[in-house]
């Protein structure tokens, strides 16, 4: 399934709303609105991907992935969601594998070092994270608004590898 790419300030609003509204439906730790709109307006480099299957004749958003390059080297992982309808058919690694392709040739890094944040007991993307290779490396206590913790995990992806 073909993946899309952009960066974040560079989507219109009409898609931007799109890419909130699917995050919101499947993710329990969606940014608001205010939040995507403000991530939009600025210059950081927040780049979304996301898959789209066509449901009753209408593009619908399956998958979303959204995550920051940072100079030299550095990908904070924000997001991957994918469609409880879609779930264990590969579409999160197909993903990760396009996110560690475009930190390299973004960052001119062929070795990112990916960080994220996940809450305590999602046991599922723990699962995922673990299988893409990271570790875990620290826990943020109440990190979450409920005062759950969350385990910050990380990698160094060798983007080389198929
Ligand atoms: C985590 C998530 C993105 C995985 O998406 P997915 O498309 O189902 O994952 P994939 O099919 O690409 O899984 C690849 C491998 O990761 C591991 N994996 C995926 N989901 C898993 C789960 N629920 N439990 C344990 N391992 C899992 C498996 O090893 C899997 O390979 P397998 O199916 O051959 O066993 C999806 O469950 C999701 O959207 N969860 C809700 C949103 C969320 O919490 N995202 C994390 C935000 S930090």
Do not use: T
């Amino acid at each position: 399934m073909k993946i899309q790419f952009e960066y974040l300030a560079k989507l219109d609003e009409q898609m931007v709303d799109k890419l909130s509204d699917f995050e919101s439906d499947h993710f329990k730790w969606s940014w608001s609105k205010k939040v995507w709109k403000e991530l939009a307006g600025s210059s950081r480099n927040i780049v979304c991907l996301w898959q789209e299957s066509l449901e009753n004749n209408k593009k619908e958003i399956i998958s979303l992935c959204v995550f920051e390059l940072s100079s030299p080297d550095f990908c904070h992982l924000y997001k991957i969601v994918v469609d409880e309808k879609f779930r264990r058919r590969k579409l999160a690694l197909a993903l990760f594998k396009q996110m560690c392709h475009v930190a390299s040739v973004e960052l001119g890094f062929s070795k990112p070092h990916i960080y994220l944040e996940v809450e305590e007991n999602n046991d599922g993307a723990i699962g995922f994270y673990q299988k893409m290779g990271l570790k875990q490396i620290h826990i943020k206590k109440r990190f979450y608004q409920n005062g759950n913790s969350a385990v910050i995990m990380h990698g160094v992806q060798d983007c080389d590898k198929p």
